[in-house]
């Protein structure tokens, strides 16, 4: 059986993790086999990525916790040490979201995290309960969730290790929507083809400009800013979204 599933519709490729009898927990082989099946995609004619979980009970609930009971703190050094999956997503050039069709719990949550969009079932459940293994996060959950939902609200979610549910996610800003549960792959789908339309050269810039952003000061950030208008500016993209707009007609769009 594939721990990774890989799907391609259009210029839509789905990447559905595929151990749906653990609630698509993450073991180690299934971090490794998700960063191979994105890495694929690195140079396919792909331009948007989902990110979503087997059957509709979970997303992602976690980390695998058998693999962490009798690790020494050696072993656990040198797992942490490995290609990370959360910074895989986070780095990966095209556009990535995650379809959160149930608890997006721990790593889950981590991994939702680290997509640049996130549209939520009005079924999940979303949380960082480390707390209550004794542990901390450990995929991102202390610095990308205050970026996400602010200092005040990451924090009761880190101290607490309480579950939310879709609907408080998207008033906290922890997901940018929420839909029904049987509507939710035709609405990622919808988003996916809107965004897959665009010039993948300027999706590319904007989502290094935006990352780029919540690690740099402003000036810094300006200036980056300037300089990726500059490599659009240059484009062939470029070229034909200002033809397509003064002729009145749909830019084609071919990356370039």
């Known amino acids: 059986m594939s721990l990774v599933i890989t799907e391609t519709t259009g210029r839509i490729a789905w990447l559905t993790i595929n151990r749906p009898d653990k609630r698509n927990a993450l073991n180690g ?8 099946a994105l890495e694929a995609q690195r140079g396919a004619e792909t331009r ?4 979503t979980g087997a059957g509709d009970k979970a997303f992602v609930a976690g980390a695998d916790i058998g693999e962490i009971e009798g690790r020494t703190p050696m072993d656990q050094f040198d797992v942490m040490s490995r290609p ?15 379809m959160i069709n149930g608890f997006a719990l721990g790593g889950g949550c981590e991994l939702a995290m680290a997509c640049d969009l996130r549209i939520a079932a009005d079924t999940a459940r979303l949380g960082q309960p480390e707390v209550n293994l004794g542990i901390i996060p450990g995929g991102g959950g202390t ?3 205050p970026r996400l939902v602010g200092a005040g609200a990451a924090l009761k ?7 939310i549910d879709a609907a408080e996610a998207l008033q906290i800003g922890l997901v940018d929507e929420v839909v029904p549960l049987a509507q939710l792959r035709e609405r990622v789908t919808a988003l996916a083809t809107t965004i897959a ?9 904007i989502k290094e400009a935006v990352r780029a952003s919540m690690r740099v000061p402003l000036d810094e950030g300006l200036r980056l800013e300037r300089a990726l208008f500059g490599v659009a500016f240059a484009s062939e993209d470029k070229a034909e979204g200002v033809r397509a707009f003064l002729e009145k007609r749909r830019a084609e769009f071919k990356g370039r």
């Open 143 to 145: 610095q990308r969730l």
């Open 48 to 51: 948007v990525i989902v990110v």
């Open 29 to 36: 082989d299934t971090r490794a086999a998700f960063i191979e």
């Open 157 to 163: 979610l880190l101290y607490t290790g309480e579950l």
């Open 84 to 98: 990370s999956i959360f910074d895989a997503i986070e780095a990966f050039p095209k556009p990535v979201i995650a």
């Open 197 to 205: 339309d665009k010039s993948p050269v300027t999706l590319q810039l």
